[in-house]
Nanobody, 125 residues
Framework: QVQLVESGGDSVQAGGSLRLSCAAS????????MAWNRQAPGKEREGVAC???????KYADSVKGRFTIAEDSDNNALVLLINDLEPGDTGMYYC???????????????????WGQGIQVTVSS
């Protein structure tokens, strides 16, 4: 089992920045990858950034150049740095983890087994 707890959500102005963090605990050596997903109001949850244990990363087209996903190994945490926030970034942000090996479609939310409770990010124009 793996437990995930997100923090860092906030209400910010467009153009601002945020640092989201996901504290991970449990059977961490079993994991092959982690991700951040976003669920905008009235929309389905979607993967926006992911990182595998080999360090490779992927980003959704809508966030490339503005979002950076990284591991904070010292603190067993996953970090999402968000720059140049847009109103379209508003939503619930969920941390996720998987133990299903190295896969091609690592942004797809259905590939993730463990989920945090989510945190709210609100961006006003």
């Amino acid at each position: 089992q793996v437990q995930l707890v997100e923090s860092g959500g906030d209400s910010v102005q467009a153009g601002g920045s945020l640092r989201l963090s996901c504290a991970a605990s449990g059977h961490l050596p079993d994991l092959y990858g982690m991700a951040w997903n976003r669920q905008a109001p009235g929309k389905e949850r979607e993967g926006v950034a992911c990182i595998d244990t080999d360090g490779s990363t992927k980003y959704a087209d809508s966030v490339k150049g503005r979002f950076t996903i990284a591991e904070d190994s010292d603190n067993n945490a996953l970090v999402l740095l968000i720059n140049d926030l847009e109103p379209g970034d508003t939503g619930m942000y969920y941390c996720a983890a998987r133990d299903n090996g190295f896969i091609a479609d690592s942004l797809r939310r259905n590939n993730y087994k463990y989920w945090g409770q989510g945190i709210q990010v609100t961006v006003s124009s």
